[in-house]
Structures are given as structure tokens and as C-alpha cells.
């Protein structure tokens, strides 16, 4: 039986014990806004040449960003001292580190942890103890690293009096906490995302110029950018959908500051139009007959040349929840290396047999080894693998004939290619602990392939 439905009003209220996961609004929340720093230098250097070189700052404040109003409290054991995390955590130690191999079994052997014993005492039983117990739920109901499912049963869907739930084998319902249910949970909500005014971001980039006016036939403007842009969460451009990213762990929401996802160290851009200075009125052949010109004279050059540093994507945790009930979040380093990508290009992208991100069993298994699933509390780390960059070419080929009864007259032929050299970008690997078999597999190309169009054009 559904609970009965609350009366219609404003704000909404959501009934008890439905722990419905949905959205709102903070009702602190403020107008982002940003602050701009900007300082330039130039010089002309003759010529038709410029160069300028140029500081540009952007720094957020107030940016909205989703937060979790119903996270679990990190309830604190004020006998222990403990508090929730910590203790989930020396669990996790023990469950997916020191015993992993006998994840059956070796919910006997845990030494008591004072957190469950102390907060949870209605869950020993049965000659075990309640840290046994907590952690037989664990190894037993939940995937590897799903932690939050297991609080679930210690916290919402718990039961009291006695252990007529038990058995030796699995553990169909835990006891509630000495302060009953809901102790960490809202009986109201598995996950409440509310948007909030909490997050910021800081941008820093140096930016370099030079550029050629057009003389002499040419005209050409080059452009490097060295930058960092550094935000708590943030949502790529090209996602198409506004985006502004999720707090995981309401508690500690600096744990996720790291570099943005769309941040780029390295950038750069280029474009350049040459007119081949050959045919009448130019500086070769400028008396040559009409006939002659129209074949070697009117053609230009152009092209557009874009350069990015490497990438950047995160280990995944998978379809499990170790801190957030709704969100996952990245893996945590264990200290291993990460190896060095090495690009295994034999195969063929978004196949079984794709191209992958090493040449070698043994670094793609070592890359494994170096993240474990994060534990209650952690956060892992969010954009710490860099990928590879990216680099495209453009260009244009014309050719200009004027019309021999009207030399106001042109007509223009153009040739144009997107991808010039057909070169693939590849999209990032899948890194998720609960995938192996799709680990390091390269199932996507972020780039078109080589494109062409040709058009006529006539003037007068």
C-alpha cells in the first residue's frame, strides 16, 4: 500500500517513509556572478606584422550547482568517537582489500568495529557480532563498493526486536540503530538534488598573438593559449544540455575540486590565406594574355589549423553507490603506476576487438590495479588521467575567372575539406571498476571523419 497522498499546497510537502528521490531548489540560493581581469601588450613590428601578448582571467562566485539535502548524516559514535565513514571504511578495508578473495566467508572473522557495536547493538545475534552481521549484508546483498545499499538496510528498512530475521547464511533484515530508525537516512528522501549556490570556478590562461595584415598577398594570424580553469563541477559544451555538475558528498564538497572538464593546457589555433602571386595584376606574369590567365592566375589558398593538449577522464566506480544513494563518483588511486598510454590501433572502433589504450595485457592489467573502488566518504579523484590531444586541419582551394566580356565579372570554383588528413580523434577509453571486459576500450572518435563540398559562385 502506497502512503496516502499529502494535501495539494506550496511549498510541497512528501510523506513520510517514502523515500523518493527528486529535485528542488535551495532556499539560500544566490545570482552567480563572475569577475573578469584582463591586461594585454602589443607592438607593431613592421611589416604588417603584430604581436600581442595577454593575461585573461575569469573567477566564479556563487555558481549553482546540484547538492544532495538528503545525504546520510556522518553520524558520529560519541562513545567511540568514530563516526559513520570511518567506520564503513575500516569495514571496506577488511571486506575489499585485506580478505577479498573469501567474500563469503569472511564476514566471521571481522574484528568488532566500536561504531556498529556501539550504535548498532540490536544487530548482533546468533553467537555473531553486529559488525559480523553489517558486514554479511554487505559481502551478501550488494555489489562490490554498493555501501550505501547496505546503510539502506542498517538505517530505512531495518526492523527491531530480535533476530527473528537471521539466518547463518545470509541476513534478510538488519536491526535498527539505538536511535531507531532513520538515524542517518531523511524517512522523506533517498536523494533530494537541489540546486544551491555553493560552487566557483577560477580561470587563468596566457594568451599569445601574432598576426600578419594582409599584404603581399598573404594574410596570416596565429594564436596560443596556455590555461588552467579549476571548478568543483562542471559540464562540457558539446554535452549540448546545460550541465552544471553534482556535488557527491554534501558533507565535504571540496573533496572534488580538480582541474574542469572541458580545461585545456594547451591550445592552439592558426589561419592563414595566400594568394598565388601569379596572373594579370600580380607580381608574376602581370601582362600575361587573358587566355594563359585564366588558367594560372585566380587561385588562393586557405586554411584553418586547431591544436589541444590531451584530454581528461576519471576512473569510474560503476553502477555502485559507496557515499551518495543516487550518485557515483571516481575511483580512488590505490599508489600503484598508471602506465603510459601505448595505443593498440590493430583494432576497429566501437567493435568487440576495438582499438584500445595499451599495446599490453600486462599495462592494461597493472592500469587496473591502480584504482580500487572509493570507499564511504571518499570522493576518489575526478579528472586526473590525461588522454591525448587533438589537432584537425581545414582548407580551401579557389580558383577566380574573370568574365572576358566583363572583367568586373567572376566567377569562383571552391574547393573546401573538413579533416584534410582524415585524422581520427579518438574518443577516452571506459574506465569503470565494474566493467573489466570494456576496460581501456576505445568505443567512440570525437571528430568527423574527412568531409569534402565543392561550389560555384558567380560575381558581378
Known sequence: MWPAAPKAG?????PLNSFAITNSVDNFIKAPYTMNMNFSWGRDLGHGLFVQASYVGRLSRDSLIQRDMAMPTNL??????????????KMATYTDITDAADRSNSWKSIAPIPFFENMWPGA??????????????????TAKGDFTTT??????????????????TRVRALNCSRLGQDALFSNQFGALAAWSSIAGGNYHAAQFTLRKRFSNSMTLDFNYTLSKSIDLGSGNESSGSFSGGFITNSWAPGDQRAV??????????????YALPVGRGMMFGNKMNKAFDAIIGGWQLSGIYRMSSAGLTSVNTGSVWPTNWQLSNPATPTGLVFPNFSLNKNGVIGTTAAVTAWATD?????????????????????????????????????????????????FTFRWESYNLFNHPVMGSPGFSMTSTSTWGRISSQSNSPRQMQFGLRYDF
Open 362 to 410: 600486462a599495462d592494461r592489467l597493472t592500469s587496473e590495479l591502480a584504482y580500487r573502488q572509493s570507499f564511504p566518504g571518499e570522493f576518489g579523484l575526478r579528472n586526473n588521467i590525461r588522454t591525448w590531444g587533438t589537432w584537425n586541419v581545414d582548407s580551401v582551394v579557389s580558383k577566380s575567372f574573370k568574365m572576358p566580356f566583363n572583367e568586373s565579372h567572376t
Open 76 to 89: 558520529n559514535d560519541p562513545a567511540s568517537g568514530m563516526t559513520y565513514f570511518q567506520a564503513m571504511q
Open 151 to 168: 546503510l539502506q538496510a542498517m538505517d530505512f528498512t531495518c526492523v527491531t526486536g530480535g533476530n527473528t530475521y537471521r539466518s547463518t
Open 124 to 141: 548482533a545475534g546468533n553467537g555473531y557480532t553486529a559488525t559480523q552481521w553489517i558486514t554479511n549484508d554487505y559481502l551478501t546483498n
Open 260 to 273: 574542469s572538464d572541458y580545461d585545456t593546457l594547451h591550445s592552439i589555433n592558426a589561419y592563414g590565406a
Open 10 to 14: 506550496f511549498p510541497v510537502t512528501y
